[in-house]
């Protein structure tokens, strides 16, 4: 299993029911994860609503600094590859300063977990994250991604990169790009072929005639 998808099982089972149900709410009403184009109707949503995410997208949570922190992150987590584009081409950081000011409860942790992210390289490697070499950031990454295996130390940095890790999940797949990448199809009228073999095999219904 390559980095790919090792981070992108370990986020997609970390996953709150919370984040991806307000997550899949923002998503039904655009193509990216990112704020919506403004329109003068949105079907299915009431006014209010179209109000405040209008408000919430004129305001300015991040600042440029830790938006770029989150960008490098996210594109660690779920980086380009032959299948689909990366975390940041889905405009997940986009989401991300979206959905803390949607839930506010993201703030504080965020935000005093991008400054832990700051400091610890530092400490490191004299730098701040986004300044390190692309190998230094994975170094740092690999100590707070997989939790079984962190120090005890370093649960401060686990904790931030699980709630990092969920909602970079979280609005890559409620986009296009992400769908696509899961190789989600829908359903398609008149195309119906039956039942999948392999899932046929699973319940030993492969020889069944219907």
């Avoid at 193509?31 to 003068?40: K, V």
């Avoid at 990169?161 to 969920?166: A, D, E, G, S």
């Amino acid at each position: 299993m390559n980095r790919r998808d090792s981070l992108k099982a370990l986020g997609l089972t970390a996953i709150s029911t919370t984040v991806l149900l307000d997550a899949c709410k923002q998503a039904e009403t655009k193509t990216e994860a990112a704020a919506p184009e403004e329109s003068a109707k949105e079907a299915g949503r009431e006014q209010w609503e179209i109000d405040r995410d209008k408000k919430l997208k004129a305001e300015t949570f991040f600042t440029k600094h830790e938006m770029a922190t989150i960008t490098v992150l996210a594109d660690i987590i779920i980086p380009k590859d032959d299948v689909s584009g990366s975390a940041s081409d889905a405009k997940v950081p986009e989401f991300i300063e979206f959905i803390v000011k949607d839930i506010p409860e993201h703030k504080v942790p965020m935000r005093g977990g991008l400054k832990w992210l700051d400091v610890y390289c530092f400490n490191k490697f004299q730098k701040p994250f986004v300044e390190a070499s692309a190998d230094q950031q994975i170094s740092i990454v690999d100590e707070i991604a997989y939790p079984k295996k962190a120090r005890p130390e370093m649960q401060a940095g686990v904790t931030f990169f699980n709630r990092m890790r969920n909602l970079t999940a979280s609005g890559f797949y409620t986009t296009e790009i992400g769908i696509k990448d899961i190789g989600y199809v829908g359903n398609a009228p008149n195309q119906w072929a039956g039942v999948p073999v392999d899932v046929l095999k699973q319940y030993g219904m492969e020889n069944v005639k219907v």
